[in-house]
T-cell receptor
Framework: EAGVTQFPSHSVIEKGQTVTLRCDPI?????LYWYRRVMGKEIKFLLH????????ESGMPNNRFLAERTGGTYSTLKVQPAELEDSGVYFC??????????????FGPGTRLTVL | AQSVTQLGSHVSVSEGALVLLRCNYS??????LFWYVQYPNQGLQLLLK??????LVKGINGFEAEFKKSETSFHLTKPSAHMSDAAEYFC?????????????FGTGTRLKVLA
Protein backbone atom coordinates (compact mmCIF):
# COMPACT_ATOMS: atom_id res chain seq x y z
CA GLU A 1 0.00 0.00 0.00
CA ALA A 2 1.42 3.35 -1.01
CA GLY A 3 1.87 5.89 1.75
CA VAL A 4 1.07 9.59 1.75
CA THR A 5 2.95 11.34 -1.01
CA GLN A 6 3.75 15.03 -1.38
CA PHE A 7 5.00 17.05 -4.29
CA PRO A 8 7.35 18.80 -4.65
CA SER A 9 9.82 17.72 -2.02
CA HIS A 10 11.50 21.12 -2.14
CA SER A 11 10.44 24.48 -3.49
CA VAL A 12 12.41 27.71 -3.56
CA ILE A 13 10.53 30.83 -4.61
CA GLU A 14 10.84 34.59 -4.42
CA LYS A 15 8.73 36.66 -2.09
CA GLY A 16 5.51 37.60 -3.83
CA GLN A 17 5.37 34.52 -6.02
CA THR A 18 2.78 31.77 -5.87
CA VAL A 19 3.42 28.17 -4.89
CA THR A 20 1.12 25.17 -4.92
CA LEU A 21 1.83 22.12 -2.83
CA ARG A 22 0.17 18.81 -3.53
CA CYS A 23 -0.71 15.91 -1.26
CA ASP A 24 -1.95 12.47 -2.24
CA PRO A 25 -3.35 10.64 0.78
CA ILE A 26 -3.49 6.91 1.29
CA UNK A 27 -6.19 5.48 -0.93
CA UNK A 28 -9.51 5.24 0.89
CA UNK A 29 -8.61 7.73 3.61
CA UNK A 30 -11.38 10.28 3.92
CA UNK A 31 -9.49 12.48 6.36
CA LEU A 32 -6.68 14.69 5.19
CA TYR A 33 -4.69 17.12 7.31
CA TRP A 34 -2.15 19.83 6.60
CA TYR A 35 0.49 20.81 9.16
CA ARG A 36 3.45 23.17 9.02
CA ARG A 37 6.76 23.30 10.82
CA VAL A 38 8.62 26.57 10.87
CA MET A 39 12.32 25.99 11.50
CA GLY A 40 13.11 25.20 15.10
CA LYS A 41 9.51 25.24 16.21
CA GLU A 42 6.74 22.74 16.69
CA ILE A 43 4.66 21.18 13.96
CA LYS A 44 1.41 23.16 13.82
CA PHE A 45 -1.99 22.17 12.50
CA LEU A 46 -3.33 24.09 9.52
CA LEU A 47 -6.55 22.39 8.49
CA HIS A 48 -8.55 19.18 8.24
CA UNK A 49 -10.63 17.86 5.35
CA UNK A 50 -13.24 15.15 5.53
CA UNK A 51 -13.59 14.07 1.93
CA UNK A 52 -13.92 17.37 0.06
CA UNK A 53 -15.27 19.40 2.99
CA UNK A 54 -13.17 21.58 5.25
CA UNK A 55 -13.90 20.32 8.75
CA UNK A 56 -11.54 22.59 10.64
CA GLU A 57 -9.42 25.37 9.18
CA SER A 58 -8.65 27.11 12.44
CA GLY A 59 -4.90 26.84 11.92
CA MET A 60 -4.70 28.60 8.56
CA PRO A 61 -2.48 31.65 9.14
CA ASN A 62 -4.22 34.11 6.84
CA ASN A 63 -6.09 34.45 3.56
CA ARG A 64 -2.94 34.04 1.50
CA PHE A 65 -3.32 30.32 2.07
CA LEU A 66 -5.93 28.37 0.13
CA ALA A 67 -6.49 24.66 0.49
CA GLU A 68 -8.65 22.55 -1.76
CA ARG A 69 -9.59 18.92 -2.05
CA THR A 70 -11.72 18.56 -5.13
CA GLY A 71 -13.38 15.18 -5.43
CA GLY A 72 -12.17 14.15 -2.03
CA THR A 73 -8.92 12.65 -3.26
CA TYR A 74 -5.73 14.67 -3.49
CA SER A 75 -5.37 18.09 -1.94
CA THR A 76 -3.53 21.25 -2.86
CA LEU A 77 -2.30 24.05 -0.66
CA LYS A 78 -1.65 27.32 -2.48
CA VAL A 79 0.25 30.21 -1.00
CA GLN A 80 -0.33 33.48 -2.86
CA PRO A 81 1.58 35.74 -2.55
CA ALA A 82 4.30 34.05 -0.55
CA GLU A 83 6.03 35.91 2.26
CA LEU A 84 9.33 35.20 4.00
CA GLU A 85 7.60 33.86 7.12
CA ASP A 86 5.88 31.17 5.05
CA SER A 87 9.14 29.25 4.82
CA GLY A 88 9.04 25.89 6.53
CA VAL A 89 8.16 22.25 6.02
CA TYR A 90 4.56 21.51 5.09
CA PHE A 91 3.34 18.07 6.09
CA CYS A 92 0.27 16.30 4.89
CA UNK A 93 -1.34 13.45 6.80
CA UNK A 94 -4.31 11.21 6.26
CA UNK A 95 -6.41 8.84 8.30
CA UNK A 96 -9.14 6.39 7.58
CA UNK A 97 -11.39 7.73 10.28
CA UNK A 98 -11.10 11.13 11.94
CA UNK A 99 -13.87 11.03 14.44
CA UNK A 100 -11.87 9.51 17.28
CA UNK A 101 -9.12 11.22 19.27
CA UNK A 102 -6.94 8.11 19.25
CA UNK A 103 -6.90 7.54 15.49
CA UNK A 104 -3.48 7.36 13.91
CA UNK A 105 -2.59 9.86 11.25
CA UNK A 106 -0.20 8.77 8.49
CA PHE A 107 2.25 11.44 7.42
CA GLY A 108 3.95 12.25 4.16
CA PRO A 109 7.62 13.26 3.95
CA GLY A 110 6.78 16.94 3.72
CA THR A 111 7.48 19.75 1.29
CA ARG A 112 10.29 22.09 2.26
CA LEU A 113 9.34 25.61 1.16
CA THR A 114 11.92 28.37 1.10
CA VAL A 115 10.81 31.91 0.35
CA LEU A 116 13.65 34.28 -0.53
CA ALA B 1 -6.05 24.39 25.07
CA GLN B 2 -3.74 21.47 25.37
CA SER B 3 0.02 21.68 25.01
CA VAL B 4 3.10 19.49 24.89
CA THR B 5 6.60 20.24 26.10
CA GLN B 6 9.62 18.23 25.06
CA LEU B 7 12.68 18.89 27.18
CA GLY B 8 15.90 18.84 25.21
CA SER B 9 15.92 19.64 21.53
CA HIS B 10 19.03 17.47 21.11
CA VAL B 11 19.93 14.31 23.01
CA SER B 12 23.08 12.23 22.51
CA VAL B 13 23.55 8.71 23.80
CA SER B 14 26.14 6.04 23.25
CA GLU B 15 25.22 2.93 21.33
CA GLY B 16 23.86 0.41 23.81
CA ALA B 17 22.93 3.03 26.38
CA LEU B 18 19.47 3.86 27.68
CA VAL B 19 17.42 6.27 25.61
CA LEU B 20 15.16 8.66 27.54
CA LEU B 21 13.22 11.35 25.72
CA ARG B 22 11.03 13.55 27.86
CA CYS B 23 7.50 14.72 27.17
CA ASN B 24 5.15 16.60 29.45
CA TYR B 25 1.63 17.55 28.52
CA SER B 26 -1.04 19.92 29.69
CA UNK B 27 -4.63 18.85 29.29
CA UNK B 28 -7.92 19.52 31.00
CA UNK B 29 -9.35 16.22 29.83
CA UNK B 30 -7.93 12.68 29.78
CA UNK B 31 -5.26 12.91 27.10
CA UNK B 32 -4.57 10.74 24.10
CA LEU B 33 -0.81 10.82 23.61
CA PHE B 34 1.43 9.83 20.74
CA TRP B 35 5.09 9.46 19.94
CA TYR B 36 6.17 9.80 16.32
CA VAL B 37 9.61 9.39 14.77
CA GLN B 38 10.96 11.00 11.63
CA TYR B 39 13.92 9.48 9.86
CA PRO B 40 15.74 11.59 7.27
CA ASN B 41 13.72 12.22 4.11
CA GLN B 42 10.76 10.27 5.43
CA GLY B 43 7.37 11.08 6.89
CA LEU B 44 6.52 10.89 10.55
CA GLN B 45 5.94 7.32 11.67
CA LEU B 46 3.90 6.30 14.70
CA LEU B 47 5.99 4.68 17.42
CA LEU B 48 3.26 4.20 20.00
CA LYS B 49 0.17 5.78 21.49
CA UNK B 50 -1.63 5.95 24.81
CA UNK B 51 -5.41 5.88 24.82
CA UNK B 52 -6.78 4.36 28.01
CA UNK B 53 -6.00 1.36 30.17
CA UNK B 54 -2.47 0.16 30.71
CA UNK B 55 -0.15 3.05 31.45
CA LEU B 56 2.95 1.34 30.06
CA VAL B 57 2.70 1.32 26.31
CA LYS B 58 4.96 -0.73 24.09
CA GLY B 59 5.71 0.39 20.58
CA ILE B 60 7.78 -0.57 17.59
CA ASN B 61 11.56 -0.97 17.49
CA GLY B 62 11.81 -1.70 21.22
CA PHE B 63 10.48 1.66 22.39
CA GLU B 64 8.03 2.10 25.22
CA ALA B 65 6.46 4.98 27.11
CA GLU B 66 4.77 5.30 30.46
CA PHE B 67 1.80 7.53 31.07
CA LYS B 68 2.03 9.17 34.49
CA LYS B 69 -1.00 11.28 35.24
CA SER B 70 0.38 12.63 38.52
CA GLU B 71 3.44 13.96 36.71
CA THR B 72 1.61 14.83 33.45
CA SER B 73 4.37 12.99 31.64
CA PHE B 74 4.72 10.51 28.80
CA HIS B 75 8.44 9.88 28.51
CA LEU B 76 9.81 7.63 25.77
CA THR B 77 12.45 5.03 26.61
CA LYS B 78 14.47 2.29 25.00
CA PRO B 79 16.82 0.11 27.05
CA SER B 80 19.61 -0.05 24.50
CA ALA B 81 20.19 2.49 21.74
CA HIS B 82 21.05 1.39 18.25
CA MET B 83 22.66 3.46 15.54
CA SER B 84 19.46 3.17 13.52
CA ASP B 85 17.55 5.03 16.26
CA ALA B 86 19.14 8.31 15.22
CA ALA B 87 16.18 10.43 14.15
CA GLU B 88 13.88 13.19 15.35
CA TYR B 89 11.15 12.27 17.81
CA PHE B 90 7.89 14.10 18.34
CA CYS B 91 5.44 13.86 21.21
CA UNK B 92 1.85 14.86 20.48
CA UNK B 93 -1.53 15.08 22.15
CA UNK B 94 -4.83 14.79 20.33
CA UNK B 95 -7.16 17.76 20.67
CA UNK B 96 -10.62 18.42 19.35
CA UNK B 97 -14.30 17.67 19.60
CA UNK B 98 -16.55 15.02 18.16
CA UNK B 99 -15.89 14.64 14.47
CA UNK B 100 -12.57 16.37 14.20
CA UNK B 101 -9.33 15.91 16.07
CA UNK B 102 -5.90 17.31 15.42
CA UNK B 103 -2.47 16.78 16.89
CA UNK B 104 -0.74 19.30 19.11
CA PHE B 105 2.98 18.61 18.84
CA GLY B 106 5.98 19.34 20.94
CA THR B 107 9.04 20.96 19.39
CA GLY B 108 10.77 17.64 18.76
CA THR B 109 13.93 16.00 20.07
CA ARG B 110 16.74 15.03 17.75
CA LEU B 111 18.46 11.87 18.95
CA LYS B 112 22.07 11.26 18.11
CA VAL B 113 23.60 7.83 18.75
CA LEU B 114 27.35 7.74 19.25
CA ALA B 115 29.40 4.71 18.25
Amino acid sequence: EAGVTQFPSHSVIEKGQTVTLRCDPISGHDNLYWYRRVMGKEIKFLLHFVKESKQDESGMPNNRFLAERTGGTYSTLKVQPAELEDSGVYFCASSHRGGRPYNEQFFGPGTRLTVL
Amino acid sequence: AQSVTQLGSHVSVSEGALVLLRCNYSSSVPPYLFWYVQYPNQGLQLLLKYTTGATLVKGINGFEAEFKKSETSFHLTKPSAHMSDAAEYFCAVSEGTSGTYKYIFGTGTRLKVLA
